[in-house]
């Protein structure tokens, strides 16, 4: 692969894996999306079947609250990224451990203040 990039970004792994998630997330939102309306395989059904289907669809694929807060998250993380902060704890300024930014790369939170938040300490 070709590298347009003169700046190495020493997160480069992590800023890849944030972009993996997140088109997940907003790639089975659009493709539930464009299925809700769409019905290509279906065959031959009334209006009405199709609208009632069209609407539960919609329901059901409809980003849940979690995968919401997981989009702001990466979006936050990018920031970071760009600003400089990355992989440094936005509540006490700790430095976040390189095999936690495996397991979430879109944490804002060290382990310590990740507890913390998860007790609603923080
Ligand atoms: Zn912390």
């Not at 031959?44 to 069209?54: F, N, R, T």
């Amino acid at each position: 692969m070709a590298r347009t990039k003169t700046k190495a970004n020493p997160y480069q792994q992590h800023e890849d894996a944030l972009r993996q998630k997140q088109h997940q997330l907003l790639d089975s939102y659009e493709r539930d999306k464009a299925a809700g309306n769409a019905q290509p395989d279906d065959g031959i059904q009334d209006l009405a079947d199709k609208a009632a289907s069209a609407y539960s669809k919609e329901l059901n694929f409809s980003l849940s609250d979690a995968e919401r807060n997981l989009l702001m998250m990466i979006d936050e993380a990018f920031n970071r990224m760009k600003e400089g902060t990355y992989a440094i704890c936005t509540n006490c300024g700790a430095t976040i451990g390189e095999k936690r930014l495996q397991a979430v790369p879109w944490t804002p939170f060290c382990i310590d203040c990740q507890e913390l938040q998860e007790k609603g300490l923080l």
